[in-house]
C-alpha cells in the first residue's frame, strides 16, 4: 500500500457545453449586473485568446485536465460546475441545467471514480425543485456535496425562502460549498472599477457578507448539523471573529439580531464551517487558520484552471507544518467532509 500523501484538491471548477452557451447568450443581451463583465469575458469571447482558454479548460474533463493532474501529482479534483453555476438563468432554465450537469458529473466520475468526486449543483431560484435534485444527487447519482455561487437574485441563503435547502443539506449530511459569483446589485457599484468585480476582491467580500448573514440569522441553531465550506482560504471571515464575536453582543443587545444566538459566530464558524486554500498560496494566512480553525477544518484546493497547478503543490509541500498536517489539509479532511472513499478503500478496490 502506498503511504505517499493522498493530494485532493477540493474547489476545481468545470463546465457543460449547455451552460456555457446560455451564459454567451446571457453575455450577448443588455443588462447591468456585475457578473456580465466576467460572463462575456469567458464566454464571449473567440477560442484562441486567454479567456477563451479559460474556457476550454473548464469544459474539458478527461484530457488537458487529468494530464495536468498526472503531471503534478494531483490524484484527485472535486468539481464543480463553475461560477455563476445556473444562477443568472430562469427558474425553468436552471433546474433543467442543474439536473444536466449533475448528470455529466455523475458520467465522468463513473468513468475515473478515483481521479474525480463532485458537488452537485441545484437552482435556488426553485427551493422546492431544488431540494428534489438535492435528494437525487446524493441519493442516486451519488454525488459529495453541494455548490451554491453566493447570491441568487440579489438573495442570500438566510431568506427563509431557502431554509429547506438548509434543511435538505443537513438532513443528507451533505456540505454546501458557497463559492463566490460578483457582489449582488445593492453593493457592487464600488466594485466596477479597477478589475474589483473578480477575485481581487469583490468575490471574497460578497461571500464574506454571505457568511455573516447566515451566522448572524441564527440559521445554525435552526439546522446546527449544516456544513458549509467556504474557499479562498474561508475569504478572511475568520480572521475577523473577534470583533464579529463582540459586535453581534452589542447588535444583539441594541435589538439588531431577529433571535437569541445560542453560541458566538467564531463559535460557529469552527463548528459549521470548513475552509479551503483556493487561490491563496500564503503560508501566514495558513498557519492562521490552522490556529483559528483547527487542522481539521482547513483543506486544500488548487481553483483550477483559474490558478495553475504546480504553485499550489508546492505551497502546500513547501508549508512550514507537520507531515501529519499536511496529509489532512492535503486529502485526509477531504475524505471526510465530502464523504469519499479514504485512500485504504482505494488501493483496496483497485488492488
Ligand atoms: C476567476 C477566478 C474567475 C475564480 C472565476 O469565475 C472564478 C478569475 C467564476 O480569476 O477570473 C475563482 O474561483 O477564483
Ligand atoms: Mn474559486
Known amino acids: 500500500m502506498s503511504s505517499r500523501v493522498r493530494r485532493i484538491a477540493a474547489e476545481e471548477a468545470f463546465s457543460i457545453p449547455e451552460v456555457a452557451e446560455r451564459l454567451r447568450e446571457i453575455a450577448r443581451a443588455p443588462g447591468h449586473n456585475l457578473d456580465l463583465l466576467l460572463v462575456r469575458g469567458i464566454y464571449d469571447t473567440p477560442a484562441g485568446d486567454e479567456r477563451g482558454r479559460t474556457r476550454e479548460r473548464l469544459l474539458d474533463l478527461e484530457g488537458e485536465r487529468l494530464r495536468d493532474m498526472d503531471a503534478n501529482g494531483v490524484d484527485m479534483q472535486i468539481l464543480l460546475l463553475t461560477a455563476p453555476g445556473v444562477q443568472m438563468f430562469d427558474a425553468d432554465t436552471a433546474c433543467d441545467l442543474a439536473a444536466l450537469a449533475n448528470d455529466r458529473l455523475a458520467e465522468v466520475i463513473a468513468r475515473h471514480p478515483t481521479r474525480f468526486a463532485g458537488l452537485a449543483t441545484f437552482a435556488p431560484q426553485a427551493p422546492a425543485r431544488a431540494v428534489k435534485e438535492m435528494e437525487r444527487a446524493i441519493q442516486q447519482l451519488r454525488l459529495n456535496g453541494f455548490v451554491v455561487n453566493s447570491h441568487t437574485n440579489n438573495e442570500y441563503?438566510?431568506?427563509?425562502?431557502?431554509?429547506?435547502?438548509?434543511?435538505?443539506?443537513?438532513?443528507?449530511?451533505?456540505?454546501?460549498?458557497?463559492?463566490?459569483?460578483?457582489?449582488?446589485?445593492?453593493?457592487?457599484?464600488?466594485?466596477?472599477?479597477?478589475?474589483?468585480?473578480?477575485?481581487?476582491?469583490?468575490?471574497?467580500?460578497?461571500?464574506?457578507?454571505?457568511?455573516?448573514?447566515?451566522?448572524?440569522?441564527?440559521?445554525?441553531?435552526r439546522f446546527p448539523k449544516l456544513k458549509i465550506c467556504l474557499g479562498h482560504m474561508g475569504e478572511a471571515v475568520?480572521?475577523?471573529r473577534w470583533r464579529i464575536d463582540y459586535m453581534s453582543q452589542l447588535a444583539q443587545r441594541r435589538g439588531r439580531l431577529p433571535h437569541k444566538l445560542e453560541l458566538k459566530p467564531s463559535e460557529y464558524f469552527r463548528r459549521n464551517f470548513v475552509i479551503t486554500t483556493s487561490g491563496v498560496e500564503d503560508h501566514l494566512a495558513l498557519e492562521y487558520s490552522i490556529k483559528a480553525l483547527g487542522v481539521e477544518n482547513v483543506l486544500w484546493a488548487i481553483d483550477y484552471p483559474y490558478q495553475p497547478t504546480a504553485p499550489a503543490v508546492a505551497f502546500m509541500d513547501s508549508a512550514p507544518i507537520s507531515d501529519e498536517d499536511r496529509a489532512k489539509i492535503y486529502g485526509g479532511n477531504a475524505e471526510r467532509v465530502f464523504h469519499l472513499a479514504s485512500a485504504q478503500a482505494e488501493v483496496a478496490s483497485s488492488g
Do not use: K, N, Q
Open 238 to 240: 475568520h480572521f475577523w
Open 157 to 221: 441563503l438566510d431568506h427563509p425562502r431557502y431554509w429547506p435547502i438548509l434543511e435538505a443539506a443537513e438532513a443528507l449530511d451533505a456540505c454546501i460549498y458557497i463559492h463566490p459569483r460578483a457582489p449582488s446589485d445593492g453593493m457592487a457599484a464600488p466594485f466596477r472599477d479597477y478589475g474589483m468585480d473578480t477575485a481581487l476582491w469583490g468575490y471574497g467580500v460578497e461571500v464574506g457578507t454571505h457568511a455573516v448573514r447566515l451566522m448572524l440569522s441564527g440559521v445554525f441553531d
